[in-house]
């Protein structure tokens, strides 16, 4: 068996796999990039120990978005978690690069663990370490090799990315930026400085086209880097590696002038690239600068809205609470009211104008009381989309200066929608269409209604977007229809009494209907949730638009409440280590990844 490469540490675990005290049961595999090691469900037969080169976590569920879940890196295991407990292993690993995995037969494995417990002591340190880190959803560590190549004549890239070293630095990481000059550096040369280092970002200019290449084939994860006032080429070859495209590792970043009020023509960009995510960044604002940084460690921080009715105005006081207490929002989404309020911070508004559009959309005058005949809602739905067109005019999801997403219900497939491009509006319209209550939306052959009916509080849906921490607020925990809420009361009361403006009482029995989060939905939330934010609304009615203050109080206080319970900021959640910080762990660092 070969010897173990020198980025490689010295530990039980990797003797039992290469050196001299190799187990003739184990086999060396080249495994070329994209090629998988193993799917999920695939029976646990062997150990896997990856000697050269990158391999990839993902999972998958039917109808969901793919997640990644992280990197295996030179030194580490794959598959030992289903070898251990027995059980088919739960996500697919893929190789990101051409790599050398060794492979050990699950009974040597046990068989070589009875001899030597040491590397089940080395393995349980490395499952600890990796639940610690990102619960029980992941299976791998964290990319750490990025790679920035340029898509535009005369936009420079180094400049670029030794400001967000800086930025990564700034977070208590080491950090490296590698342009051109290491392109005839020996293949040891990048394992040593991807060693040596926290982070590592390879520069590509637009001119470099070998570079260009090389960096399409040696990184964890891809960033282009164009300009946003430009139409993007008509021919624009991104040089990422198949595993990079296959496993949705591509990304866009495009710059805007410091003026620029609202980016646009993104939808071009995004069709001739084909990345995952977009990120729209001011030319000399150091925050946008540090939003990549933490998305690249990890510390970036999502923030998922649920639905609810009157009681979302919640997720107002709780937004004014983040940003008081310095937590930055980097990724947004939500269902039904929850994604209004979602889009309204995606696009920039700032507290006051959140308020002031929030008020005249909702609370000034109900947008519900439209009511017609109803053969297929109580409402025409007319006054929603005014206030829509009003407010979000014509704004395409990917031109938001954060990234968004809003879910519906899909009742044509069974499943819910996600929205991630296209007009703002129509994706909020479809997303609060209660059904019975607002008429449903059409996309095509599909009838989409309110997104709380299926995923009322996406958290889940997140943790596929981004690694960092994610806070939620959740506003449909609490009573909301009781027997009083229930008994008959007459037309002429109903009337007199001015609740007509709300909409009749079905109303509320609809809307409850829909916002109810099971008992496997609430685990789930929880599982994908760091910070999790439950205003006390019993007092709010679902339907009474009017309720605005008393919503907004108790999200303030709520979200001040889950933070100041908090040991560490929200950033540091999921905070990997850093290399200085698992040296004084005193721990071997290929456990700690």
């Not at 037969?105 to 393995?123: G, K, R």
């Not at 040369?189 to 590509?204: G, N, Q, T």
């Not at 591509?250 to 084909?274: C, F």
């Not at 809003?406 to 819910?416: P, R």
Request: with cysteine; proline share 6%.
């Amino acid at each position: 068996m070969a010897h173990l490469p020198d980025n490689v540490a010295d530990t039980a675990l990797s003797r039992l796999f290469a050196g001299d005290q190799a187990l003739p049961d184990a086999k060396l595999i080249h495994l070329p990039g994209g090629e998988h090691l193993f799917d999920a469900d695939d029976a646990p037969d062997f150990v896997y120990f990856l000697r050269a080169g990158r391999l990839g976590a993902i999972h998958r569920i039917e109808g969901e978005v793919p997640r990644f879940l992280g990197v295996i890196r030179p030194g580490e295991p794959a598959g030992e978690m289903a070898v251990i407990g027995g059980i088919p292993h739960r996500a697919t690993v893929v190789a990101l690069r051409d790599s050398e995995v060794i492979a050990l037969p699950a009974h040597a494995f046990f068989a070589a663990v009875e001899h030597n417990p040491t590397v089940m002591i080395e393995l349980s340190r490395l499952m600890l370490k990796r639940t610690r880190n990102t619960g029980d959803r992941a299976a791998a560590g964290e990319p750490s090799v990025f790679g920035v190549v340029a898509v535009n004549e005369g936009q420079p890239v180094r400049a670029f990315c030794e400001s967000l070293s800086d930025a990564v630095e700034a977070l208590g990481y080491t950090a490296v930026v590698v342009g051109h000059e290491a392109l005839a550096a020996p293949t040891e040369w990048y394992s040593s400085v991807e060693a040596s280092h926290d982070f590592v970002i390879y520069a590509a200019e637009f001119d470099d086209i070998g570079w260009r290449q090389l960096v399409g084939r040696q990184v964890d994860r891809l960033f282009l880097l164009g300009r946003g006032s430009f139409e993007p080429p008509v021919r624009l070859e991104t040089y990422a590696s198949e595993p990079l495209k296959n496993q949705n590792l591509v990304d866009l970043i495009l710059l805007h002038g410091p003026d620029k009020e609202r980016p646009s023509g993104s939808d071009a960009w995004l069709n001739a690239t084909g990345v995952s995510r977009v990120f729209h960044l001011r030319e000399g604002d150091a925050s946008h600068i540090a939003r990549i940084a933490r998305v690249i460690t990890g510390t970036s921080v999502g923030l998922v809205l649920s639905g609810g009715g009157a009681r979302a105005y919640a997720h107002v006081g709780a937004i004014r609470a983040l940003r008081e207490a310095g937590v930055p929002i980097d990724f947004v989404g939500g269902a039904s009211m929850g994604a209004i309020v979602a889009a309204g911070l995606a696009i920039g508004w700032d507290d006051a104008e959140m308020e002031k559009r929030i008020r005249a959309a909702f609370v000034d005058s109900s947008p519900l009381d439209d009511i017609s005949l109803p053969l297929i809602a109580m409402t025409r739905g007319e006054k929603v989309k005014e206030r829509l067109a009003q407010h979000f005019d014509d704004i395409l999801i990917e031109d938001l200066w954060l990234p968004f997403f809003c879910v519906s219900s899909n009742l044509t497939s069974g499943a819910y929608h996600l929205h991630r491009r296209g007009r703002l509006r129509d994706a909020l319209l479809a997303s609060i269409s209660l059904p019975g209550v607002m008429p449903p939306v059409t996309d095509g052959e599909n009838v989409l209604v309110d997104g709380a009916v299926m995923k009322n509080y996406p958290a889940d849906v997140m943790r596929s977007l981004h690694l960092g921490p994610i806070v939620g607020v959740d506003v449909t925990r609490g009573r909301s229809i009781t027997a009083e809420d229930v008994k008959p009361r007459t037309v002429w009361r109903w009337i007199l009494s001015g609740d007509w403006r709300r909409g009749p009482p079905i109303v509320s029995l609809l809307m409850r209907a829909a916002t109810v989060t099971s008992g496997r939905d609430l685990i789930a939330s929880r599982e994908a949730t760091d910070v999790l934010i439950l205003p006390s609304v019993e007092g709010v009615e679902i339907r009474n638009w009017r309720a605005f203050e008393p919503a907004v109080d108790s999200g303030f206080q709520a979200a001040k409440d889950s933070l100041s319970r908090l040991k560490r900021p929200v950033t540091d959640l999921r905070r990997r280590l850093a290399k200085t910080e698992e040296t004084a762990e005193h721990v071997p660092a290929q456990l700690l990844r």
